[in-house]
C-alpha cells in the first residue's frame, strides 16, 4: 500500500475525513475510492459514499476477498445510519463470518457490534446481547469501541436495568475519550441525557410524579401492580401479562387502576373504552363481554369485581396500584421515540423497527407531520422523516423491545 493511501486510512481512524480526501481525491484506483467512500461517509454525504465503495468493491474483485469485504461492512455500515434496514440484516452476518474467515479479527469485531446494533434498533434485544456477547471488545478498532458499548447501554436502557446501562455508558466515554473523536464523544453524552430525562409518569392514589430509568426498574421491582401504558402491559415483578393488540381491554384496565382503591361507574368505562357519550344497552351488553375478557387475562394478578356502581380492580394481596405512562402522551409516540435519535428514517425502516405495515406507519407520519411534530425530504422510496422538535420527553420506554425482554 502507498504512503498516500496510509496516510489517508490514518486520517480516517483518527476522524478526519478533509485530511483523507486531499490525499486520494483525485485518485480512480479501488483503494482510493474505498477510503474516498469512507470519507464521505463522515461528511454525511451518504448515497455518493454507498456509490463509491460499491464501485470499490466491483474494482478490488474476487483476487482480494478481504479489501471486498471491507467494501462490504462500511456499506452496509452506511445503510444501518441512513436507517435502511433491510439491507444490513441481510449482509452483517456474512460479512462477520466472512472477515474472520479471512482473518481479519478488527473488521470481523466491527460487523458484530453493527449486526447487534442493529438488532437493538428492531427490538430484537435477546438477539442482540447473544451477537454483542461474541464479539472481541479486544480486537475493535479505536473508532468502533464507543458503539459498542452504546450498543450494551442501549440494551440495558430498553431491559430498564439503570445500573448496567450507565456502566456501559462510562465504558463508551472511555472509549471515546481514547479514540480522540469529537463526534464519538458527542454521540455518548446524546445517549446519557437520554438516560437522565424522565423515562415514565407514574399515576397513582397520590397524584402523579415523574420518574427516571433508575425509579422505573426500582418501582417494578417492589412489587406494585402496574398498568404499563409504555408497553401495553399488566405486571408486577417477573409476571407480565401483555395487552398489545387489545386496546378495549388495555383502556379499562387503565381506567380501573386509576381509579384505585375505588370504583368506576359502567358508564365511564363506555365512555373509555368505546369513546362513546352515552351508554345504551348494546353499550352495556359489549362492556360485560369485555370485562369478562379483561377478568380472564388479569386472573394470575388481580380480580374484577362488580361493585353498585360498575367494577373494582382489586390486586392479589396486599399489592398497590399504578399506572406507567410516558411523561407526555399523545399519540403515536413510539414513533416519535424512534426518530428522536436524530437520524433520518424511512417509512419502511420505522415499520421494520416496530413490527407494523408499513401503511401504520404512514398513516402515522401523515398525522404527526399534520401536527408540525416531523418532517420529510426527499421522494417517493428516498423519503427520509425527521423529529421537528418532540415535544416534551421521548422516553425510552417507548422504543421497540418484546415485552419478555423488556
Known amino acids: 500500500m502507498d504512503s498516500l493511501i496510509t496516510a489517508a486510512a490514518r486520517a480516517l481512524a483518527a476522524g478526519d475525513p478533509l485530511s483523507a480526501l486531499k490525499r486520494v481525491t483525485l485518485r480512480e484506483d479501488p483503494p482510493a475510492l474505498a477510503l474516498r467512500g469512507i470519507a464521505m461517509a463522515q461528511l454525511g454525504d451518504l448515497e455518493r459514499a454507498r456509490l463509491l465503495l460499491r464501485r470499490a468493491a466491483r474494482g478490488f474483485g474476487p483476487r482480494e476477498p478481504t479489501a471486498r469485504a471491507r467494501c462490504v461492512l462500511a456499506e452496509a455500515e452506511i445503510a444501518l445510519v441512513s436507517r435502511d434496514l433491510a439491507y444490513p440484516a441481510e449482509v452483517l452476518g456474512a460479512a462477520r463470518a466472512r472477515l474472520a474467515g479471512l482473518g481479519d479479527a478488527a473488521n470481523a469485531a466491527h460487523a458484530g457490534a453493527l449486526e447487534a446494533r442493529l438488532l437493538l434498533l428492531i427490538g430484537r434485544l435477546g438477539e442482540a446481547e447473544t451477537v454483542l456477547a461474541a464479539v472481541d471488545v479486544d480486537a475493535l478498532p479505536p473508532a468502533s469501541r464507543p458503539g459498542y458499548w452504546l450498543v450494551a447501554a442501549g440494551i440495558a436502557i430498553r431491559r430498564i436495568q439503570a445500573g448496567p446501562a450507565r456502566a456501559a455508558l462510562d465504558e463508551a466515554r472511555r472509549a471515546a475519550r481514547a479514540s480522540g473523536i469529537v463526534a464519538l ?3 455518548v453524552e446524546t445517549t446519557a441525557h437520554a438516560l437522565d430525562a424522565p423515562a415514565a409518569r407514574l399515576i397513582g392514589r397520590d397524584g402523579q410524579r415523574l ?6 426498574e426500582a418501582l417494578i421491582g417492589s412489587g406494585t401492580l402496574l398498568v404499563d ?4 402491559a399488566v405486571r408486577r415483578g417477573a409476571d407480565v401479562v401483555t395487552l398489545t393488540g387489545r386496546p378495549v381491554l388495555f383502556a379499562l384496565a387503565r381506567a380501573l387502576a386509576e381509579a384505585w382503591p375505588g370504583d368506576v361507574p359502567r358508564a365511564a368505562l363506555v365512555a373509555r373504552a368505546f369513546r362513546a357519550r352515552e351508554a345504551d344497552e348494546s353499550h352495556r351488553a359489549r362492556l360485560r363481554v369485555e370485562i369478562g375478557r379483561l377478568r380472564a387475562a388479569l386472573a394470575p394478578l388481580a380480580r374484577l369485581d362488580a361493585t353498585r356502581r360498575g ?6 394481596g396486599e399489592t398497590p396500584v399504578g399506572v406507567l405512562a410516558p411523561p407526555v402522551e399523545g399519540e403515536h409516540g413510539e414513533v416519535l421515540a424512534l426518530l428522536a435519535d436524530g437520524e433520518a428514517w424511512s417509512s419502511s425502516a420505522l415499520a421494520l423497527a416496530l413490527g407494523v405495515s408499513a401503511r401504520t406507519v404512514q398513516r402515522a407520519l401523515d398525522a404527526l407531520a399534520q401536527e408540525a411534530k416531523v418532517e420529510n425530504f426527499g421522494r417517493g422510496p428516498a423519503r427520509r422523516w425527521l423529529a421537528a422538535g418532540v415535544p416534551g420527553f421521548p422516553t425510552s ?3 421497540p423491545a418484546r415485552i419478555s425482554e423488556g
Open 229 to 232: 401504558a409504555c408497553r401495553m
Open 397 to 399: 420506554l417507548l422504543l
Open 311 to 316: 367494577f373494582a380492580l382489586l390486586p392479589h
Open 211 to 216: 420518574l427516571g430509568l433508575g425509579e422505573v
Open 185 to 187: 464523544a458527542a454521540e
